[in-house]
């Protein structure tokens, strides 16, 4: 019984400590709470937490937590940044600086069957590519033109209505890539940053009127010629390189049949898939309006 009573009355404030021959000493009360004893450690064990915390940062910042980082994260070099840096919630990439780069564009679209199966086949390969949408297209579709955008793709203009712009006044140019810049901002919150004329077909008056840089390509699949998956994969496999822009168009279900053997290909051949302007800022290139761009080659 005398064991109880002499415990409770040497309790400190705190009640744990006291001060015994200048030196803090716990003091047997029988029972001792854990909080005494987190509040006696816990301002050694914040350094423990704020240096998790650090390194939890740096790892998010640096891309670690990404499937497709690499087997070797220390290889990887902050080369790209988000062109879509006005969509929030989009996560920021970094490119393995050592691999091969391409870029998979598609024109014509959106396209509800065909466009709908190529992003499932895209997102299902973790690929992240170029749509140059039409706006007459993009009109019928918005949410496709959203998805696009929401699953990490680029959406570049390929006008509203898919006119030879060398046949056009240069006011007549402007007013139909308005129309189509007016579509896009409507869906997407802000105006296309690149354009791809239609055919390619481009002159001095087309590139003063456009007012963006103007993308062509490297690798012609002529899908819309040929119709045959096989013949696309084929044309890809011949004319790829590092730094090529590769012409598609996401309106053909042979076009998309094609891709996913397209894709695994280029897998084998150590190939990143970027967008076109992640591409240009890979490479260090500032994208002027008015210059037209093929491809980004090292
Ligand atoms: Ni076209």
Known sequence: MGNKVKQSTKKTPKGALEKTSGKADYIDVGERHWWYWWKENWR???FGVMGLVI???LGVNLGWWREDAGVNPRKISAVAIDPRVEVPNLPQRFLDGSKKLVSLTF?????EGTTLRLLDILKEKNV???FFVLG??????????????RE???VGSHTMRHKVLTTLSAEAIKSDTNDANRTIKSILGYNAKIIRPPYGIINDTVRGALGVPLITWTVDTEDWKSKNADAVKAEVEKAVFDGSIVLMHDIYPSTVDAIGGIIDNLKKQDYEFVTVSEMAKARKVKLKSGEVYGGFAR
């Open 44 to 46: 050694w064990m914040k």
């Open 55 to 57: 390194i939890w940062l």
């Open 107 to 111: 024109d014509d679209g959106p396209n």
């Open 128 to 130: 992240y590519a170029t």
């Open 136 to 149: 007459i297209q993009a009109e019928k579709y918005p949410d496709i033109v959203k998805r696009e955008v």
């Open 152 to 154: 990490g793709h680029e």
